[in-house]
């Protein structure tokens, strides 16, 4: 099972007991706004999506990494963050996404989980770039991308004619950005 520590948090695989706080997370209008695609509405949705996401997590070779974030201090499942095979190759090798539940928001929480699984990525699985995307507006997520070490690219459009902001790092630039900073990231 993989496990990554950072000073306040544990990033882990998911497991079965995790769908009550992935329902949680799931079925809030206010966390899926910007990012409709983990909706589910139901329990059993969320129990659905959890026992197929331990099916990819535990894939050889592995594709796909999505993982519970957990709160060191009292084992609380505060939300999700993931990270696979990028739908766009051209523009990096892997592409992610995240959540949290609202009463976890506002504290560097996704920052911390975030920055622990980009240096998971580049430094274990020797991944040589990503990139992540948020709504326009949704400046809180483009915060969390910048101060987690990804540099903003621009605007793309999307199918549907909306258009978000792109972030992207490729290893060498990530690395270097974080050994000057002296993170351990
Ligand atoms: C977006 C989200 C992941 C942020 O997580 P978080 O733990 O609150 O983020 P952090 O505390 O690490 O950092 C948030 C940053 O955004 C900033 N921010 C918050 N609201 C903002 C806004 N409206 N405009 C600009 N910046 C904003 C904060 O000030 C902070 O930056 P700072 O440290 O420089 O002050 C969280 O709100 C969430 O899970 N939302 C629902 C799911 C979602 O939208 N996922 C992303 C889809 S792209």
Same mark, same amino acid.
């Given at each position: 099972?993989?496990? $990554?520590? !950072? ?18 997370l799931?079925?809030?209008? =206010?966390?899926?706004?910007? &990012?409709d695609?983990?909706?589910?509405? =139901? ?9 197929? !996401? ?5 894939? !050889?070779?592995?594709? +796909?990494?999505? $993982? ?7 084992? &609380?499942?505060? @939300? ?5 095979? %990028?739908?766009?190759? =051209? ?7 995240? %959540? ?10 996704? =920052? ?15 991944? !040589?770039?990503?990139?992540?995307? &948020?709504?326009? %507006? ?23 004619? +909306? ?5 992207? %790092? ?11 900073? @002296?993170?351990a990231?």
């Amino acid at each position: 099972m993989l496990q $990554l520590e !950072t000073p306040r948090l544990i990033l882990r695989d998911l497991l079965p007991d995790d769908w009550a706080p992935m329902h949680q997370l799931r079925s809030d209008p =206010t966390v899926t706004r910007y &990012c409709d695609y983990i909706a589910s509405e =139901t329990p059993e949705q969320a129990r659905t999506w959890v026992r197929e !996401t331990m099916v990819h997590n535990a894939m !050889t070779p592995r594709l +796909s990494y999505n $993982l519970a974030i957990v709160r060191r201090d009292d084992g &609380c499942v505060m @939300g999700w963050i993931g990270i696979g095979r %990028a739908s766009d190759q =051209t523009q990096g090798e892997m592409d992610f996404g995240y %959540a949290l539940r609202p009463a976890f928001w506002g504290q560097g929480y996704m =920052t911390e989980a975030l920055t622990a699984l980009l240096g998971f990525v580049f430094r274990e699985l020797g991944a !040589t770039g990503v990139y992540g995307e &948020c709504d326009v %507006a949704h400046p809180a997520s483009g915060r969390v991308m910048e101060k987690a070490g990804l540099r903003f690219v621009g605007r793309v459009s999307d199918e549907d004619g +909306s258009e978000s902001l792109r972030y992207t %790092a490729s290893a060498a630039e990530w690395l270097a950005r974080q050994a000057l900073a @002296g993170g351990a990231g």
